[in-house]
């Protein structure tokens, strides 16, 4: 299966378990179980990609004007 | 130009007259207003204003009588207090004040009841609705917050996060969480995050925590604020109500996405423990491994037994069983034709001597019923045959009786020309032309030798 878009972090979870499950059924051609496998450990990579891929920013919004914001280092709590 | 005159009185003099009435027209009393403006002098003494919709009462609470307060924690801008104190006049500047003695945080039960009111209005309005209600992202790209950027708020929210997801980015929104203004300031923040940092945004918050810590009903006010409500309400980005109390719920929590006790219990529940995602990564891992070995075990197997079975290795007693089941299918075969084969040819042989036996009836019976026909037609054409006898008969007499040679019997003769022509007028015979004349008994051949007219 080729997904163009990415899927995001909850999408990927809820395609991961389909697969587990459809792996389950016992229904699986070899063939198929294997793409199965393939594109499940694809997903796992993605999945795990994602956790790490945030980089504990820790931001703070200041206000220059009435309805003016941009966000600088919060660096006091750090 | 005035004159000198007793009824002309003094500024201290009206003044201390106007002290007299309102220390003895009202005197002591009890109100109820907002504080603001307040402050407190080195002296120890405490200025404030004392407000509400329409009107504001200057105050002031001397030293001496501050510290015989039980709580002064009332004693702050916005809050809503009930003072109790004597009406004076502050000559020096010529205003009128109040003179507090006894002061308290009144408003719990007015707040209270403005609380109920509020909180029914806003779920008549449909902000309550559970349908509205949005779910929270199971794995939130930015958290923004909502809360005081001072105090121990923030920084322990920071803590929990960093413990369970030390990787996770969060965006501060700060705000004052009581006093003047608290309610646009959070309501605000929460429109701000809302438009900034939207979907698509290089900063996207995909979860909103808004809250602060414990407190008395009247520094939760604001989160109880109909403007913070309609802000979380309004907000695309899920919402987490988390301010601390024990007992009763603040507007904000019911209006939220989520509710959390807590500021620390929101930051537990807004994402679930990174370790914790990974092992569910590990364990669907480690299924399919599980599930893809299991079913080549399971193929392997096949193929195995489908290598040792005997039809591959002994292909010669395979077939001679074939052919013992052939040979046997063959036999049962032969028998049921020929079974078929006595059957309908009993059904034939009933048939043809029913058939038979049907056919002579049927000639019989057609016989019988030509004979009848034969003799009927015999009859028939006898009769016929003797009624055309008679009619012949008869003919026969009619024409006797017609016939004209019969004349001749009776003398009468005929005469023709040689010709044959029937002489009918003497006209018809010339004098010297042969006419043959017949009678009955033969004819005359004669000359005509004159010719006579009768007259």
């Known amino acids: ?78 | 130009m005035l004159s000198p005159d007793p009824r002309v009185l003094s500024i201290s003099e009206l003044t201390h007259r106007i002290k007299g009435v309102l220390a003895e027209e009202i005197g002591s009393v009890v109100v109820q207003g907002e504080i603001s403006n307040i402050k407190r002098y080195s002296s120890g003494h405490t200025y404030f204003v004392l407000k509400d919709e329409r009107a504001q009462l200057n105050a002031v609470l001397f030293a001496g009588e501050r510290v015989k307060l039980k709580d002064d924690g009332c004693l702050k801008d916005g809050q809503l207090v009930r003072a109790g104190g004597q009406i004076s006049v502050f000559e020096g500047r010529g205003q009128y004040q109040i003179i507090v003695r006894k002061i308290e945080g009144a408003g719990v039960g007015q707040l209270l009841e403005r609380y109920e009111q509020l909180k029914k209005k806003l779920s008549e309005n449909g902000l309550f609705d559970q349908a509205h209600k949005q779910p929270l992202p199971l794995l939130p790209r930015r958290i923004g917050v909502v809360t005081s950027p001072s105090g121990a708020v923030i920084h322990d929210m920071l803590n929990v996060l960093r413990r369970r997801f030390p990787n996770m980015n969060v965006l501060l929104a700060p705000v004052k969480v009581q006093g003047e203004g608290a309610a646009e300031s959070i309501a605000r923040a929460v429109r701000w995050l809302n438009e900034s940092c939207g979907e698509g945004s290089p900063r996207q918050v995909d979860v909103i925590i808004a809250g602060r810590g414990g407190g008395s009903l009247e520094d939760l006010w604001a989160f109880n604020e109909e403007i913070v409500a309609r802000a979380i309400y309004e907000s695309r980005i899920p919402v987490i109500s988390a301010v601390g109390h024990e007992v009763d719920y603040a507007l904000s929590d019911f209006v939220a996405d989520v509710r959390a006790p807590t500021p620390s219990a929101a930051a537990e529940l807004v994402v679930r423990p990174r370790a914790e995602f990974e092992s569910l990564l590990q364990q669907c891992a480690d299924q399919m491994k599980r599930l893809l070995l299991q079913r080549c075990d399971i193929l392997r197997h096949r193929l195995r037994r489908s290598v040792y079975s005997p039809v591959l290795n002994h292909p010669d007693q395979a077939l001679a069983r074939y052919a013992q089941r052939v040979d046997h299918l063959e036999m049962r075969l032969r028998h049921a034709v020929r079974r078929e084969i006595l059957r309908v040819r009993g059904r034939y042989e009933r048939s043809c001597a029913g058939f038979n036996h049907l056919r002579e009836r049927k000639i019989d019976d057609l016989c019988g019923r030509l004979g009848g026909y034969s003799e009927n037609m015999q009859r028939c054409v006898h009769t016929r045959c003797l009624r055309l006898r008679d009619s012949v008969e008869h003919y026969e007499r009619q024409l006797l009786l017609l016939n004209p040679l019969k004349i001749l019997e009776r003398g009468y003769s005929l005469t023709r020309t040689k010709d044959g022509l029937l002489v009918r007028s003497v006209a018809d015979a010339k004098p010297g032309s042969v006419v043959h004349t017949m009678l009955k008994d033969g004819k005359l051949i004669s000359e005509v030798s004159a010719v006579h007219t009768t007259d």
């Open chain 1, 1 to 78: 299966m080729s997904e163009k878009k990415k899927l995001s972090f909850e999408e990927s979870l809820a395609r991961l378990d389909k697969i587990v499950e459809e792996m389950e059924s016992d229904k699986m051609e070899l063939d198929a179980m294997i793409s199965a496998f393939e594109e499940g450990q694809r997903l796992v990579g993605d999945c795990n990609a994602m956790l790490r891929e945030v980089e504990r920013k820790i931001e703070k919004v200041v206000r220059d004007g009435p309805d003016g914001g941009e966000t600088v280092p919060l660096k006091d709590v750090e």
